[in-house]
């Protein structure tokens, strides 16, 4: 018996069916697109390549208006502005907007039905959990003013200690250490440590509950939430992570560390990075990065950084990401965000865009772009001349001695998540054209047919 006639046994003959037809369905759609792009081109090709033109215009724009000042950054805005608005004038006068209409709906039709056709072949991957117990001595710090204050708003505390919580309020003002508080609350017997607050408070309390082997919970109540995001958490309403006190399910998952400190999300190095470092970005974000911006473009204002990514060196970048685990960047329906936690990788994005063409290339090609080396690896080295590098971790600005060493800790950190979990979606990948003309043809593919992607994807 082969291998793919094997692999079809386990899966529903519906289940396959789906799949087929939504793969069928996208490259109908994909060939409208084509065909919409192939009618406007005989009829009026000058203005379609306008058109394209006027995107590379725009990015060359923004790059001036972000990399200069004064008179230049003018032009470049209205440049960034008056290119696609001009394409948009141009192309309603002709008549062509309805091709290109027609285009961007065919093309985002086929990447839909593409998605959700190799979604229903993959049976939904997410990272592996196992019921557990209810805690008996749970502790949640909590920061009253995280949010814009989403602890008082959703009564977290009130509910928490509803649920037989401990609830520690930190007291800003007193300048507070969650890490200590939480090796305080483990050594009078906390069994799980939680926190209502921003990512930096997460990580620290995190690399305590991993270091003690205590179970650790996340409540959306930062700003952002983008570690609770990928954990699937709602962040709309944040009370909804209690529900892991009482109907809980747990996740091992990686846990980043730079220069020994802990994070859950990112650490950045370059431009991003010396922009929060001003006293002034907190409360001013936009007008402190555009007046700093045109030095560090210019590699004038910071650093100059050398990195190294499992040994490999990488381009001298303007600006450094690396994250615990790869961020999903894909083509226009994708989103930033993480598609698993537990992959034992770090995501590393270097940038290096040097001038107005690069800028251009950016708009059309996105993260394929020149200017951007996306890669994983194990351990990032960053290094420099200067005697300080600033990094900001987690959103946090700090300055760190070179080398900075950036690691991960695969499975390092038990997370307890409620076991519905709405906000949990599949992330998908870049579409592979070639496995939907396989599916759509009914031909078996080699990568869907192994048994490891039924086990991991």
Known sequence: MNTASSTNRTEPNGFDRRARALARLSLVCLAGAVAAVAAGASSQLLILLAGLGGLGLAGAGLWWALAHRGLARLCG????????VGVLVLYAVSGLWLFAVAALGGWAAALACAR???RRRRRPHGMRSRSVRPPERPVLIMNPRSG?????RHSLVERAEALGARVILLDLDARPDPAEIARQAVAEG?????VAGGDGTQALVAQVAAAHDVPFMVLSAGTRNHFAMDLGLDRADPATGLEALTDGVELRVDLGEVAGLPFVNTVSFGAYAEIVQSP???????VTALDQLPDLLAGEGAAKLQA???GDRLPVPQALLVSNNPYVLADPLGAGRRARLDTGRLGVVAIRIEGAAQAAELAFRGERASGITSLTARRVTVESDADLIAVAVDGEALTLP???VVTVRPGALRVRVPRHRPG????????DWRRIVRLALDRPSPTTSTPQEHSDA
């Open 148 to 152: 814009g204050g989403k602890v008082d």
């Open 190 to 194: 906390a069994d799980l440590l939680g």
């Open 308 to 310: 190294q990514a499992d």
């Open 402 to 404: 070179p080398p900075v």
């Open 280 to 286: 002034d970005y907190r409360d001013a974000k936009a």
């Open 116 to 118: 959700s056709a190799l």
């Open 424 to 431: 949990a979606p599949y992330t998908a990948p870049s579409v």
């Open 77 to 84: 805005a209205l440049l960034a502005v008056s290119a696609p």
